[in-house]
């Protein structure tokens, strides 16, 4: 079972108690700084806040993790450098996104963090072996299992069978970080992701209950509330400082 420590960063739903016997905690803030990132990466990291999330979410030295939808491999790298060479990442990335170009922009993550690697499938065929990780992320990009796009070469996902695919790949008591665009509540979700490529907390809480994980913690680190979410996440008044929720679920432990 992972266990997780007590995190002033945020106010949490829920405490874990204290474990007897506890991993080390992921040096993260050295992982951040690491030399090598690329600079589009490096320069997206006020927004994000890397360190101060993972510190939050729970990532661990050691730990097997797990990048959803990991485009650039942003996150991939930072954690692959994090859980040290005794742990590994691995990035999942939509094929029709996986071109020449991220081909070899991932070559050369590997080249700096060797223990990270890369799967791309359709969104259809994503599936991964059943309880094999401790840690997975998502990050702003939950919302795309509700879009689809005939110009992007991207069908139309079925969220539930993604979630119960996740389900089983993570171990008992293995966490799930989601990091999304805040949408106003109401309105037909694939709607509001078409348009805007937000989508409202309660529908992310909903379905990964409902997948049997449980919402272990939420953080405020990413919220903004002069973001109205009347705004497409990429118009330039808004994009990189959008309001955005950060949950911790996790998958109870057998």
């Known amino acids: ?54 510190r939050f979410l729970g990532l661990e030295r050691g730990d097997r993790a797990l990048d959803l939808f990991t485009g650039t491999g942003y996150y991939a790298e930072i954690m692959a450098r994090a859980v040290g060479p005794k742990g590994s990442v691995l990035a999942w990335q939509p094929i029709n996104f996986h071109d020449e170009e991220s081909r070899k922009g991932f070559a050369a993550l590997q080249a700096r963090a060797p223990n990270a690697r890369l799967l791309a499938t359709t969104a259809a065929a994503f599936a991964l072996a059943p309880a094999s990780f401790d840690f997975a992320i998502i990050n702003d990009n939950y919302h795309d299992t509700y879009w689809q796009s005939e110009k992007y070469g991207f069908p139309r996902m079925d969220p539930a069978a993604f979630l119960a695919s996740l389900h089983a790949a993570m171990k008992p008591g293995g966490v799930v970080g989601v990091i999304d665009h805040v949408a106003a509540p109401g309105g037909d979700t694939r709607e509001v992701v078409e348009k805007l490529h937000r989508i409202d907390p309660a529908v992310i809480r909903a379905d990964f209950e409902k997948a049997g994980f449980v919402l ?4 405020n680190l990413l919220r903004n509330p002069a973001d109205d979410h009347s705004k497409l996440v990429f118009d330039p008044a808004i994009a990189g400082k959008t309001d955005r929720v950060v949950y911790r679920f996790r998958k109870p432990a057998a």
């Open 216 to 219: 272990d913690g939420e953080s």
């Open 1 to 54: 079972m992972k266990l997780f420590p007590t995190l002033m960063l945020a106010s949490a739903l829920a405490l874990v108690p204290p474990a007897a016997a506890q991993a080390a905690p992921a040096n993260l803030a050295e992982a951040v700084a690491a030399k090598g990132r690329p600079a589009d990466a490096v320069k997206k990291d006020g927004g994000r806040k890397p360190a101060e999330v993972l």
